[in-house]
C-alpha cells in the first residue's frame, strides 16, 4: 500500500533552516506530482509547495517563496523541502501529499495519500 514517511522537523530558532524529507513507498514515486502542506494548531491545512514528475516544474504559497525549495529523488522515493530563514509563522505541522493528478496544483482535494506529519517549531 502506498506510504509517506515525513522526517526532519524539529525546534529551530528563527532565522535557522530545516530540511524536511519524506519517504514514500507502495508505488511508482517517479509518475506522480507531490506537494507539502502545513497546518497550524487552530488553523485549516493549508499548501505549502508542489513538484512535478521531474524537478523542473514547481510551484510554491506565496508566503514560503523564495525561502523554501521543494525537490525531490526519484531514484531514491524520497521528497524534501528545504525551509531557509525560518520564523514563528511556519511553526506547522508539515505534511507531504501525493498527488492524484497531473499538473501542480495547491488544491489538497487533488492529493489522495498523506503522511502522518513532522512538527516544525520556530521559537527563540
Known amino acids: 500500500q502506498v506510504q509517506l514517511v515525513e522526517s526532519g522537523g524539529g525546534l529551530v530558532q528563527p532565522g535557522d533552516s530545516l530540511r524536511l524529507s519524506c519517504l514514500a513507498s507502495?508505488?511508482?514515486?517517479?509518475?506522480?506530482?507531490m506537494g507539502w502542506f502545513r497546518q497550524q494548531d487552530g488553523k485549516e491545512r493549508e499548501f505549502v509547495a508542489a513538484?512535478?514528475?521531474?524537478?523542473?516544474?514547481?510551484n510554491y504559497a506565496d508566503s514560503v517563496k523564495g525561502r523554501f525549495t521543494i525537490s525531490r529523488d526519484n531514484a531514491e522515493n524520497t521528497l524534501y523541502l528545504q525551509m531557509t530563514n525560518l520564523n514563528s509563522e511556519d511553526t506547522a505541522t508539515y505534511y507531504c501529499?501525493?498527488?492524484?493528478?497531473?499538473?501542480?496544483?495547491?488544491?489538497?482535494?487533488?492529493?489522495?495519500?498523506w503522511g502522518r506529519g513532522t512538527q516544525v517549531t520556530v521559537s527563540s
Open positions: 513538484i512535478a514528475w521531474s524537478n523542473s516544474h514547481t
Open positions: 507502495g508505488y511508482t514515486f517517479g509518475s506522480k506530482v
Open positions: 501529499a501525493r498527488g492524484s493528478i497531473c499538473y501542480l496544483t495547491s488544491r489538497s482535494a487533488r492529493y489522495d495519500h
